[in-house]
């Protein structure tokens, strides 16, 4: 055999093979998550939703069966609020302050200020969703049992304060309720009818039809598009104004929706097929492996990652998911989850930097220390080529937790957490900023390998060189 030709050979494929990027294809498990302060805050019973409050920078949980709201303070409930029965929903309403509440068994909404009920509005019954309007100051609310059980007109209720200013009739099971900046819509995502109802102030100005089980909404704003994950079908479908302009197939059974700020991305996850897709525009640029059954993701600002979270029954353990554009970038376990049930709705905090997340089986409140905030994160960039932007931050975060005993109100042990995080991220490339990843490792070993074949080829040709023949079968020719 001619060995020098067969170490040549395996050099250039091998070479060829690493150059071609054969290694993206190779599955690798995603790596740890880097060092994450993770706090768990003991709410109400049956955690179901989150909002936060730009105001006083609280976030409040509504405890669809203890029939509450708390509201959390850093790592801390601050009160616990009696409200109507069955609390299901949130909104923040900036220009008055008020935190409403959609309570679905008492078909009421409630008004928060701070932490007190300022008023209470009669609506629908069963009350599921809701959404602000800054353009007109109104509160829409999807009721999605109108005909007591007939489900063929349902309704959504408009708010202004807590007076109701008008009922409209928008199809059986209204279950998603979104704003969109760009022209001042409110979207309604009928999942029984199939449709997405569109609204201008108290009007309704078109619907969209033949969809399939529409229900997560998502407004971006790199190109003015509602997005709506149809839940019975795979696909999510792209809406600009009263316009379908794409249905874009993504896995099994799309539930939540998010967007991504530093790389215009809509993320979906898919519930089914324990997926993300990426979206950008009305194309899928990537499909990324998750674990069981996700159900609800939010967009960290402090760090530029999604966090994504399972709601697999057969874990003992909940799993939390990073994503960095595109790419995997690590997973965080987060403790017991008692129930078959798991996470259903997350937000992030841009005060503290905190991702919350509601365990609704747990009945507790996940906050992940993602970053420094938003609002006070020194930031140094250096370009250093032109398509990559090197970005490196320093913070300190200092956070005291402090409980009051109020007759609502469980007492809470005082804590002082002091973190300290250096936070590197670089953009566009979407890859973990700490060291290499699984398959840059394997790129690495892969062109060792190639140049040790390459030297062997040149020492067993230079062997020949000086030899002038191979040797005979009685030895070496003088």
Known sequence: MHWPCVLAVASVAILVFCLAGGPAAIPFPAPAAGALNVS?????????????????????????????????????????????????????????????????????????????????????????????????????????????????????????????????????????????PANGYVYVAVGGSGSVVEISGTSVIGTTMKLNSPGALCFNPSNNAVYVANFGSGVVSEIVGTALTANITVGVDPAALAYDTTNNYVDVVNFDSSSASVILGSKVVANVTLGLFPSALAYGASDGKMYVADANPAASIGTIWQVAGTTLSGNLTVGAEPKPLGPQHMTYDPSNGDVYVANVASGNVLAIQTGPPVSSTTTTSTVTSTSSKATTSTSSRTTTSTSTTSPTSSVTMSTQTTTTSVVTTSTPTGQPSSGLTPIDTFAVAALALAGVLLVLTALLLRRKRGTGRAPGPSGPTP
Do not use: C, E, M
């Open 40 to 180: 768990t805050v003991a709410v109400g019973s049956a955690p179901t939703a989150l909002v936060y409050d730009s105001g006083n920078r609280y976030v409040y949980v509504a405890n669809t069966n203890s029939s509450t709201v708390s509201v959390i303070d850093g790592t801390a409930v601050v009160a616990t609020i009696p409200v109507g029965s069955g609390p299901t929903a949130l909104a923040y309403d900036p220009a008055n302050g008020y935190v409403y509440v959609s309570n679905t068994n008492s078909s009421t909404v409630s008004a928060i200020s701070g932490t007190v009920v300022v008023g209470t509005a009669k609506v629908g019954p069963a009350p599921t969703a809701l959404a602000f309007d800054p353009s007109n100051g109104y509160v829409y609310v999807a009721d999605t049992d109108a005909q007591g059980g007939g489900h063929l007109l349902d309704n959504v209720t408009v708010l202004s304060g807590v007076s109701v200013v008008a009922t409209i009739t928008v199809g059986y099971f209204p279950s998603s309720v979104l704003y969109d």
